[in-house]
């Protein structure tokens, strides 16, 4: 599975961000897709995922702020960020779980600025 992440860019605080992630494969064939992100110095973290069937995840800092949908005619996942926050700047990658195995796409940037 070959995965595209695209949408990132500078905003200010408040404002909102859809990071876009493109499969290679249909992603109702994909048991999961998500998102992770990496801030400098920082661990990466998950930020939120969706199954196959459609159930969403979000980690804690995303609850209420951001929601991921998907487009089967596109074969892609939204990450849509809401109220963001300086706290949101890094390096979001999407990432699919299909069998016993990861994919990951390439990162985008998000910057928040205060």
């Known amino acids: 599975v070959q995965l595209q992440a695209s949408g990132g860019g500078l905003v200010q605080a408040g404002g909102s961000l859809r990071l876009s992630c493109t499969a290679s494969r249909n992603i109702f064939s994909i048991n999961t897709v998500g998102w992770f992100r990496q801030a400098p110095g920082k661990e990466r973290e998950f930020v939120g995922r969706i199954t196959a069937g459609g159930s969403t995840n979000y980690a804690d800092s995303a609850k209420g702020r951001f929601t991921i949908s998907r487009d089967s005619a596109k074969n892609t996942v939204y990450l849509q960020m809401n109220s963001l926050k300086s706290e949101d700047t890094a390096v979001y990658s999407c990432?699919?779980?299909?069998?016993?195995?990861?994919?990951w796409g390439q990162g985008t940037q998000v910057t928040v600025s205060s």
């Open positions: 990432y699919a779980a299909l069998a016993q195995n990861e994919y």
